[in-house]
């Protein structure tokens, strides 16, 4: 396995912008950090600045992964670099969205008070659309291509893709019923930083879990195959077994919430 400095400069190699947007989402991230220390407008019962430091950090690992995993299809240097910026610009625009309307103090998903907001949130949803069916065409070309890694690892990075938009599914029911939690409603008690509903059910779980499949599974993957000196073949029934018991786990997390029970019940 390659150390993670390795995979750092494959990244920044690969594609300097999107390294570069990279790196501006942990700038943002430490912004929000001292926006926590300096501010204490609350929203939606925590700190403004909370929500976008979680999606800082997130957009830095899924861009940072997406733009390592990329690597490994036997793609052009130009299709590369036209879907590396397609995915790191419209996420970096996307979280601008939500930082902007943080320091308003205002909500940016469900956020339909003006038509301004209205617009914002919309053009946050084509956004997200737009990175879904980049996701689509992954697991495409997943299944059509041989991807430069070995067998258990193209299976378990196809598994992440699929998870992954099973994920941003959950995300889309959370639009249709315009909240996070089931049975409360949103903007009650919560864990800290995560703000998971701890006396209802919270539909952010399950799409928490489903988002960063793409990054455990193939970590899995990796980490077995230095373990388990077997067969490749036994190796991807470990990845396959492993994967579908996550999307169980995924499955029940989304049941538990749809029934109005929290994840962790603390009051």
Same mark, same amino acid.
Not at 118 to 123: I, K, N, P, Q
Not at 175 to 191: E, F, K, M, N, P
Not at 240 to 256: R, S
């Given at each position: 396995m390659k150390?993670?400095? *390795?995979i ?5 190699? &690969? ?10 989402h942990l ?7 001292i926006g ?6 609350? %929203?939606? #019962?925590? *700190?403004?600045?909370?929500?976008p %430091?979680?999606?800082?950090i &997130?957009g ?12 490994l299809y036997?793609f ?14 419209t996420?970096?625009?996307?979280? #601008?969205?939500?930082i902007?309307?943080a ?7 469900? *956020? +339909?008070?003006?038509?301004?907001? #209205? +617009?914002l949130?919309?053009? +946050?949803?084509?956004?997200i ?17 041989r991807l ?9 990075i ?9 994920? &941003?599914?959950i #995300?889309?029911? +959370?639009? &249709?019923?315009v909240?996070h939690?089931?049975g ?5 008690a919560g864990?800290?930083i ?9 539909l952010?779980?399950?799409? $928490? $879990?489903g %988002? ?11 980490? %077995?195959?230095?373990k388990w *000196?077997?067969?490749s073949?036994n ?10 018991l996550?999307?169980?786990?995924i ?17």
């Amino acid at each position: 396995m390659k150390s993670i400095k *390795n995979i750092i400069g494959i990244v920044k190699k &690969s594609s300097p912008i999107l390294y570069g947007i990279v790196i501006l989402h942990l700038l943002m991230a430490i912004g929000c950090i001292i926006g926590l220390l300096v501010d204490d407008r609350t %929203l939606m #019962g925590i *700190n403004v600045w909370i929500k976008p %430091l979680k999606f800082t950090i &997130s957009g830095a690992i899924y861009i940072f992964t997406f733009g390592y995993l990329i690597t490994l299809y036997p793609f052009s240097t130009r299709k590369k670099n036209i879907i590396n910026n397609i995915t790191s610009w419209t996420l970096l625009l996307e979280i #601008g969205i939500i930082i902007y309307q943080a320091a308003r103090g205002v909500q940016s998903h469900y *956020n +339909m008070s003006s038509a301004f907001d #209205g +617009m914002l949130f919309a053009a +946050m949803g084509i956004l997200i659309g737009i990175n879904v069916l980049i996701m689509v065409f992954f697991i495409i070309e997943t299944l059509r291509l041989r991807l430069k890694t070995s067998r258990p690892v193209q299976w378990a990075i196809l598994m992440g893709w699929i998870i992954i938009v099973v994920g &941003s599914w959950i #995300g889309g029911q +959370m639009i &249709s019923q315009v909240a996070h939690t089931v049975g409360v409603a949103d903007g009650g008690a919560g864990l800290p930083i995560l703000n998971w509903s701890t006396v209802a059910g919270d539909l952010r779980v399950a799409h $928490f $879990f489903g %988002l960063h499949s793409i990054q455990i599974i193939p970590l899995f993957a990796v980490w %077995l195959s230095k373990k388990w *000196n077997t067969t490749s073949r036994n190796q991807v029934i470990g990845v396959v077994v492993f994967g579908l018991l996550f999307a169980g786990w995924i499955g029940f997390t989304f049941y538990q919430a749809k029934q109005g029970m929290p994840f962790i019940k603390l009051s």
